[in-house]
């Protein structure tokens, strides 16, 4: 059987759903993956188990999303391991990472680097937020970003919390941004010979999954309750949730409840630090977090949690969105002009190329605007077209 991808080799170090669930498809279509784990215990997500418990010893979690690839374990940070790595990397057409951001380059195997080794690479990173701006040293998670970016805000029953999806789509969502902007990247490459830096992220994608509601929301002045019917999560164990502090909401994502304990003075959070006591008791675990939390403004928490590396953001509806300073930096918001509705304010390009960067250079088109065109690009006479549309044909 012939493969589409067959002969291309991918160095992959990505771990969680961005990047494996993205370097998955590539295996599929026929890739060669190589994923880069840590001697002995490998990607993190092996340990990770599913409402406490795994399937033969393995995690479901990354079962489900590491298919069709070899495993190399490497110590990233021995010399030699760097040495094979660059001997890897020679023979290579694509890296992929989502490590936060200058991880990597601290170990001498960011993109200068290696594109020192191999000048055609293509190299695609993901991330929470981007490689720079305002919260680029942020936790880069499902939840947050949900939380983040007006995806919790918007979801679940009227009256309810803001409420996060059933399933890490955020997650999901970009892995398929990351597979398909190393497909654009290798075809630029195929033509060029021309290598190239491309950034994904957690934040973009999500702000551009909205792209219908927050165009709608930009551009016209009507505004929505949320239905009161509602989703949930139903196999995460707490802390994972949004909790109402003194002046809003924040999320709270995979935390030791032991290290949370320690943080909101709740000593008997320990008792349930492990996975399947966090899973077991999350009905009796959310409640005692929650009271304490609601005695304090969402920046205290937020704030407070960070000092200890814990995942939890702030949620934020589109308003908080309009004044964001990563939606900002990234320019996710742009101004088009349109022949029938003037000035229109859509989503920006949410992936960045370093060597090829998109543009939007037409507006959503009318119905047929180009049939003239395109079909006169294809040779058809004005005469055919005309007798096209005479007849329905187009």
Known sequence: MKMALEGVRVIDFTQMM???????????????????????????????PAMGEFVGGESPFFLAMNRNKKSLTVNLKDPRGR??????????????????????????LGYEDLRAVNPSIVYVAGSGY???GPYVTRPGQDLLIQAMSGLAANTGKAGDLPTPAGTSFV???????LAFSAMVALFHKER?????????????????????????????????????SGIGSPWLAAPFGIYQTQDGYIAISINSLAALGELLELPQLAAYDSPEL??????????????????????????LLSTRD????????????????????????????????????VIGIPVRFSETPGTIRLHPPLVGEHNDAILSELGYSAEQIDQFKAEGVI
């Open 130 to 132: 981007g490689p720079d």
């Open 83 to 108: 040495e094979i790595i660059y001997q890897l990397v020679k023979t290579a057409d694509l890296v992929t990472e989502n490590f936060r951001p200058g991880v990597l380059d601290k170990l001498g």
């Open 278 to 303: 966090s899973y077991e008791k999350r009905d009796e675990i959310k409640p005692i977090i929650q009271e304490r939390v609601k005695t304090n403004t969402s920046a205290h928490w937020v704030e």
């Open 192 to 228: 060029t010979g021309e290598g190239q830096r491309v950034d994904v992220n957690l934040f973009s994608t999500a702000i551009a999954l909205q792209c219908q509601e927050l165009v709608a929301f930009m551009n016209i002045s009507k505004r929505w309750q949320r239905s009161a």
């Open 18 to 48: 961005l990047g494996p669930w993205g370097t998955q498809f590539l295996g599929d279509m026929g890739a060669e993956v190589i994923k880069i784990e840590r001697p002995r215990v490998g990607e993190w997500e092996r340990s990770l």
């Open 310 to 345: 814990l995942w939890c953001a702030r949620v934020q509806n589109f308003d908080d969105l309009m004044n964001d300073p990563q939606v900002n930096h990234n320019e996710l918001i742009q101004t088009i002009d349109h022949p029938v509705a003037g000035p229109i304010r």
């Open 171 to 177: 997650d999901a969502s970009t892995a398929l941004m």
